[in-house]
């Protein structure tokens, strides 16, 4: 085996590279749906739908990596 | 020390994957019969549901409602207000039809993939979602079109207001694509990779968790076995939340799209 050689499923690869960004951004949802709640627990309800929809938008990236890992090998 | 057997590799044991999507048809032997199969049919048998549904949801109109009257006038008046009125504007009311009939039909063909005796969601073949996306794409740009002309259209899709002249050459090409090549591919992968992904972890967790407890022999994997499958369901719990988001998500870009296809110049 050359040294540096990537052997195995790289689309498994790419599929953890492409999962950091919306770890990210998931997470950087959540964390002004928390604090906004902090700040005023009346608009819970509106920033929390908001706040699904957002989620999805981020989450679709990653989970298209995972099907597409799977189809291309 | 006969328990532990440190890492064994899986023999007989065939991980699920693209091929666990791969449906014969339900009739074989019928010449005109090759595109009937568990996808069809389950597409089929959604079509009917949701239509049964609304149209008896249009006759019953007993002032005091009973509990299915109630269902379906919360489900209506959430899509009415949440998506139409507030989302689209002024003249959602021609655009009402389609976003429910989107919301129901794709709730329903989600919701297959919880149900016991399908056990699949209809999305999870790609030609499903790329159908819905193919028709919500043409009318949002057709509904654009009709609103301002071909090239009005095309200015107002590509160039926001307030920016200035030099900036042309990197902004249109951009927005030409983010609006109008990248939407419909994003709107169907995001509902077809969803079904798709969350299929996949449920069939992983199951049939790992079978193989482990009753196909092979190390005490430690018989004791994995049972873990994975209790944690199947909670995965299966996670796929109904999922599923009933992904049909929202779908009917609200819909709307999105189709608002600021129409949005008037400020």
Known sequence: ?73 | MSGWTGMVPMEGFEAPGVESFDFPPLFPGVPGLEWFNRYMLQALVAFGLVAVFWLVMARKNAMVPSKGQFVGEAAYSFIRNTLGRDMIGHDFRKYLPLLIALFSFILVNNLWGVFPLTLLPTASHVGWAYGLTALVWVLYNAIGIRKFGFGGYLRHATVPPGVPTWMYPLIIPLEFLSNILVRPLTLSLRLFANMFAGHLLVLVFVLGGEYLLLESEPIVNKVAGVFSLIFSMAIFGLEIFVQILQAYIFTVLTAQYISSATAEEH
């Open chain 1, 1 to 73: 085996m050359t040294p540096l050689e990537l052997t195995g499923s790289l689309g498994i690869v790419g599929y953890g590279l492409g999962a950091i960004g919306p770890g990210i951004g998931v997470g950087l949802i959540f964390a002004a749906v928390i604090e906004g709640t902090a700040r005023q627990p009346e608009a819970r309800g509106a920033m929390l739908s908001t706040a699904f929809i957002g989620f999805a938008l981020t989450e679709a990236l990653a989970i298209i990596g995972i099907a597409l890992a799977f189809v291309f090998g």
